[in-house]
C-alpha cells in the first residue's frame, strides 16, 4: 500500500510519500519507504508514480534468498573482473565477517539498523581497525547493490552507513609514541649484530636487506637473482609473494598492489656486498645437494632441508626477527618485519632526504606511519629553520 501525507516543519508545510514494504522480522512492525521534502502534493504524487513505475511488476515479497547466498553470486561475478586473486580471497574473508551477522536472513529483512549495529559491534566488540571494517563495509556495499540491480531489493540498507571512529583521549595521544614503530639507528645496529652472531644462516642477510632497501616482506622473498644489478647496485621490484596457506610448493607471484609499488631502487655497497657473498654461499650448498634444490632463482631460497630453494613463509620471517629480538637486551619493543620499512624511513628522514622521495623509494603515494615518522624525526630541522627565521627578522 501507498499513499500521501502531509506534515509540518519549521519552515512551512510539506508533503511525502509512504509505501508500506512487508513487516521487519526483528521488529514485527511494518517497514515502510518513506520519501520526505516534497512542497507541493502534486510533487509527491509525481514521485511516488515514478517509483511505482520502477519497482511495478517487482513482487519483493516472494524474493526469499539469503544473504550468504546473495554474496556468493556477488563474489562468482566479482571473480570474473579483472582483479587478483590476492584481492578475491580478501572479499571472501570479508564476506566471512558480515555472514556471522547476516548468513541466513533474506536479503530483503535486513535493514539499516541490522547493518549500522553489525558495524557497530565490529569496532566496539571485535575491535577490529578501521581500514579492515572499511574494507569489510565495502564488500556489504557492492553485495546489497548487487541485490538492488537483480531487483531482491527496494531499499539499500548499506546506504548512509557510517564506521565509527576511535575516540582517543588526551592520554591516549600522549601516550602514543611513534619511536615504538621503528627501530632506532643504535638499536638497528644491536638488532643487525644479533642477526649475525645468533641468528639462522641467512638472517643477517634478509635483515639487513629489509632495513636498508624498505622492501615489504613478500616483495623480498619473491626476490630472485635476475632483479638485483651487481653493476648499477639497483633492486628491481616487480612481484609479490603470496602464499596464506603456508602450503611451501603452492604458491603465487603476483603483481605488486599498486603501480608504484613497482619500482627500482638504488642499494648501498653494503648490501649489494652481502649479497654476493650469499650468493656464493647458496651456489656451493645447490652443488652439494644437487637436484635436491629447488633452482627457480629465489634470492631467499630456502637453506635447510626438505624444501632448499624454495621462498622463506613471511611467517618464518616473522617468527625470526621475534626471536631474535629477544635475543638483543637493548631492544624492548614489539616490532615486526613491516617496523623494518618504519626504519628505513627514519634513517632516509635522518640523512635528509624528502618527504616524496622517500614515499617514491618505498613504493606507495601515501602512508600515515611513513609520515608520522618523518615529521617525528625532522622536527629538530623544523625548529631550526624557525630560529634561522627568528634571526633573520631580528636583523631587520
Known sequence: MAYIKKYKTKKGDRWMYVVENGIDPQSGQRRRIVKK???KEKEAKNALKEFERKTSGKNFEDNNITFEDMAQ???DVYSETDVKVSTIRVRNHEIGHLNRYFAKYKIKDITKRMYQSALNDLKKKE?????TISGIHGTGRMIFKRALEQDYLLVDPTEFAFIPKDKKTVEDIENQKVEEKYLEKHELKDFLETAKTLGEVDDYVIFLTLAWTGLRAGELVALKWKDIDFEEHTINITKTYYNPKNNTKN???LPPKTEGSIRKIDVEEEVIA???KHQLKQKELKLEVGKEYYNKDFVFGRLNPPYYGYPHFIKTIENRMESLLKKTPSIKKRLTPHSLRHTHTSLLAEAGVELLQIMDRLG???????????????KDRKKEASQKFAQLMRSL
Not at 575491535?127 to 581500514?131: D, M, R, T
Open 251 to 253: 604458491y603465487e607471484l
Open 37 to 39: 521534502g516534497f512542497v
Open 127 to 131: 575491535k577490529l581497525a578501521h581500514n
Open 274 to 276: 652481502t649479497l654476493k
Open 364 to 378: 606507495h603515494t601515501e602512508d600515515e606511519t611513513t609520515t608520522q615518522v618523518y615529521l617525528h624525526i625532522t
Open 73 to 75: 553470486d556477488w563474489l
